[in-house]
Nanobody
Framework: QLQLVQSGGGLVQPGGSLRLSCAASGFSIDLHAIGWFRQASGKEREGVGCIGAGGGSTMYADSVKGRFTISRDNANNTVYLQMNSLRPEDTDVYYC???WGCGYILSAVDFTWWGQGTQVTVSS
């Protein structure tokens, strides 16, 4: 059974950092693209970034470029989202998801397997 289990998240002050983890079971994470999305209540799920399969090329939404970094640890079958210089507008529920590719435009409809989501709150 393919499964993604997320950890990390929580409350952080503006300017702070958090790292989210997305651990895969039932499949090798290096053979899939792993995307990160976020969603506020009542809003559409927004693509944050994605790391491709194999070589691990990355893409990011303009709103997080230079602040967020996606990395892969194949030995632990885990992908990470490192979030630095966090802002109140980064407050959302964050999801990881797996697909065969990131796609030209990062879109939630292209991703098949999803983590359970984790809350990130940026507030003083």
């Amino acid at each position: 059974q393919l499964q993604l289990v997320q950890s990390g998240g929580g409350l952080v002050q503006p300017g702070g950092s958090l790292r989210l983890s997305c651990a895969a079971s039932g499949f090798s994470i290096d053979l899939h693209a792993i995307g990160w999305f976020r969603q506020a209540s009542g809003k559409e799920r927004e693509g944050v970034g994605c790391i491709g399969a194999g070589g691990g090329s990355t893409m990011y939404a303009d709103s997080v470029k230079g602040r967020f970094t996606i990395s892969r640890d194949n030995a632990n079958n885990t992908v990470y989202l490192q979030m630095n210089s966090l802002r109140p507008e980064d407050t959302d529920v964050y999801y990881c998801a797996a697909a065969w590719g990131c796609g030209y435009i990062l879109s939630a409809v292209d991703f098949t397997w999803w983590g359970q989501g984790t809350q990130v709150t940026v507030s003083s």
